[in-house]
Each structure stands twice: as structure tokens, then as C-alpha cells.
């Protein structure tokens, strides 16, 4: 499975393409951040962002897109902004076709250092092990977006485990009720007699 994970942002968003094979194997295949400078107007720098995310889906052709859920931040500018970058790559994947799942900082920290409290320092450190990288990658962004990618590798499974699972119980739960249903009018049909 080929990961496209993006760390979403209007300065600087990283991209990070890793592949994932059996068990928690990953390998790097691409890693970098696109910047847009802070004065030019917000549409242009979405659609910065937008082109290089398709850029790169078109380059890298990806299984499936993990993008960095906005979860809270303090400064609610900025908090937009990095919603709207996330929201111009998701609708770019969907153009293609490309699944879209989002994951919180702490699901993406724990994923790779075990710990959904770890800093950007252990996530970089972490995610340079895990794949096997010469260099640290830079800034934080694209160690993120890798980040980003390796946790889908891993979750993956038990995401696709638990939505088959909501599936099967639905259909559990629709049956019963139709049968429920099929009692109570046998049951007003024999009232009447």
C-alpha cells in the first residue's frame, strides 16, 4: 500500500510518500514541504498548495491519502488555515479518486513513538529509524508527513477491521428490527381474528 500522508499548513505543509508491505514493514519513497509566503492572498496560496498535492498524487500515485485531522489549536487563524490546506489536498485526492482518512496528532505520535504525547524532537528522531533514514528529515513538517504516512500503514488494518465490523452489526441490528416488525403484525393480525 502506497501512503501519501500531507502535515497541512499555508507556510509550510509536508508531503511524505512511504510504502507499506507485510506486517509493520515501510519504506520511504519521496519527502518534502511546500512553502507559500505569508503575503500573498489566501486563495493563491491554497491553490499552491493544491497544485502541488496534485502534482505529486499524479507523480506518486498513492493507494490512499492520510492527512494531520485539525484537532485544536490556540491561535484560531492559524487553526484555518492549516483546515483549509487539509481541505484543498483532501478534495484534490477525491478528484482522483483516492480514499481520504485523517488522523489526530496524537493517534500519528502514538502510531510511531508510542506515546500520544511526544514532541516534534521524538517524532523526527523516531520516524528516522523507523525508516532507516541517513538524515533527519527537515523541517518537522516533512518528518510529520511521514509521520502521517507510516501511521496509516499501521492502522490501516485495524481501521478496515472495525469498519467491517460497524458494517456487520448494522446489518445485525436492520434484521432484527425487520423481524420485530414482522412479529408485531403477526401478532395484530391474530388480534383481529
Same mark, same amino acid.
Given at each position: ?9 499555508l ?6 510518500v ?28 491554497l ?26 489549536? @490556540?491561535?484560531? +487563524?492559524?487553526a #484555518?488555515?492549516?483546515?483549509? %490546506?487539509?481541505?484543498?489536498? =483532501?478534495? $484534490?485526492?477525491?478528484? !482522483?479518486?483516492?480514499?481520504v ?25 523516531m ?17 510529520d ?6 501511521? @496509516?500503514?499501521? +492502522?490501516?488494518? #485495524?481501521?478496515?477491521?472495525? %469498519?467491517?465490523?460497524?458494517? =456487520?452489526? $448494522?446489518?445485525?441490528? !436492520? ?19
Amino acid at each position: 500500500m502506497r501512503v501519501f500522508g500531507v502535515d497541512p499548513g499555508l507556510t509550510r505543509c509536508g508531503f511524505g510518500v512511504v510504502d507499506g508491505g507485510k506486517g509493520r514493514t515501510v519504506s520511504p519513497v519521496a519527502v518534502d514541504v511546500v512553502r507559500t509566503p505569508a503575503d500573498l492572498d489566501l486563495a493563491l496560496r491554497l491553490l499552491k498548495v493544491a497544485e502541488a498535492a496534485e502534482s505529486w498524487m499524479d507523480r506518486y500515485r498513492p493507494d490512499v491519502v492520510a492527512v494531520e485531522r485539525v484537532f485544536s489549536q @490556540h491561535n484560531v +487563524r492559524t487553526a #484555518m488555515g492549516t483546515a483549509q %490546506a487539509g481541505g484543498v489536498v =483532501a478534495l $484534490a485526492a477525491a478528484r !482522483r479518486g483516492i480514499p481520504v482518512c485523517f488522523h489526530t496528532p496524537s493517534e500519528v505520535k502514538a502510531a510511531v513513538t508510542g506515546s500520544g504525547s511526544a514532541d516534534k524532537a521524538q517524532v523526527t528522531a523516531m520516524i528516522t529509524r523507523i525508516l532507516k533514514l541517513e538524515t533527519a528529515p527537515k523541517p518537522a513538517d516533512a518528518a510529520d508527513a511521514l509521520a502521517l504516512a507510516v501511521c @496509516h500503514c499501521w +492502522r490501516a488494518p #485495524m481501521i478496515e477491521r472495525m %469498519a467491517k465490523a460497524e458494517a =456487520a452489526a $448494522a446489518e445485525q441490528k !436492520r434484521r432484527y428490527q425487520s423481524r420485530l416488525a414482522q412479529a408485531g403484525t403477526r401478532t395484530k393480525k391474530a388480534g383481529t381474528r
